[in-house]
């Protein structure tokens, strides 16, 4: 099997190629839900556009579910691939799909069933709550179409084929960018219309992933039930924190959208047209998590652990370069924004706030994003976990709750965003400290020729083979004479 992509070359440029390629399928997906919340603000209804943005965060929800069993795939096939195992890396693919659709279909059979009392729970009241129920209930029984293009999309990226990931979510855009206006407009359906607009989207970056995987890199094995029972462990050692890290960001969410909504409509309003600007201008940076993944899989499962130190490092700096440039821009342009979302009142008055201070906020969370496929491809999914639960819990919760004590809905959006700052910080700290102890195993002498210590006498990673990686924790270091004597 030829050796992996992204273990030769250079790094910045992988990550340059990798986010780009990958930022311009999301981003053409974000405009198209900027889209959505546009053309459903042409038809005059301030209810409409709250509608959409309580039933997004609900969607957004379910849609971590998705996201979680995606970086599982990227964080196992990549690491085959670079260990130059092609076979298991086909089996992981298959295994990884079906379980994948699996849990999708259950979580979207229990959102679809219990939405009014969810669309409630965030502070949906009268005809805005009903509107927000029907529209969740066309789109909620694609999500495991969604789940089977996530993870289909995740594995092209994992081989390096970033192209054919983009061109699956650019296939879907175009779908939507279609059929929105039409459904809408032509067809008089509306809300309902663009519901049913986004889950033909879904079908399209289904097919068009699928192909790609099956046809151009024959990287789909077939199945069989014992290796698929036999695989679970080694998947649900990833996706499990997984999903639960990508849980935690929604719940917050929601936790913020409940608060705002009891300031009103008009705020709700302004809050969906921030959620859905933000991916279009930052879908560079929403792609770095996907993309920087398989660069430190391969790496890490071909031992190059230099490499791996270097690729976080070039993600970050990359990342903090372009929140800063794109934060300016969104400051300049923010009249045109309002004017083209027709926004009043409350509305106008979240999005200047918004666009003028919290923008530049986005770096911390792009750096929380690079930590977490730090943590998921080193064996540390668990790790990503705490930090995704704690910025949504006490790095959300309290700061938005005072802040809107304190400051009514503008308190909410900037407690918010504190919290982003301070948790994207303790995680690229953790992050450093274990990118360290990889450095240090890296400068080890070797043992015995052709054995390094680390390789001899380190213990399992959570989810390898081999023994390959770190202690996690003190006790552990304390029990490996190796790693005891290189801390002293």
Known sequence: MPQGKFISGNIFRHIVIMSST??????A???????????????????????????????FFTTSISIGLSISMTALVSKAIGEQNREKARRLVINVLVTGAMISAVVAAIAWYFSPELVSLIGAKGITHDLAVEYLRILLPSLPILGIAMSAGAALRSVGDAKRSMLSTLAGGGVNAILDPLFIFTFGLGLHGAAAASVLARCAVAWVALHGVVTKHQLMGHFHYKQWLADQSEIFKVAIPAMTTNVATPIGNAYVTMMIASFGDGYVAGWAVVGRLLPVAFGMIFAMSGAVGPIIGQNFGAKLYDRVILSVKRATQFTACYVALLALLIFLLQEQVVHIFSAQGDTAELIRFYCTWLCISFIFNGVLFIANATFNNLGYPSTSTVMNIGKATIGTMPLVYFGGQWYGAIGVVAGQALGAVI??????????RILHRLGQYEQMPAQEEGESS??????????CSSRAYMCADSEESMANPAFSAKEK
Do not use: C, H, K, R
């Open 454 to 463: 680390l390789s001899s006498a380190l213990p399992l990673t959570p989810f």
């Open 22 to 27: 990958n930022a311009i399928g999301l981003t």
């Open 423 to 432: 948790f994207g910080l303790l995680a690229w700290f953790w992050a450093q």
């Open 29 to 59: 997906l974000f405009i198209v839900d900027l889209a959505d919340l546009f053309f459903i603000s042409l038809l005059g209804e301030t209810e409409l556009a709250a509608a959409v943005g309580y039933a997004g965060t609900i969607a």
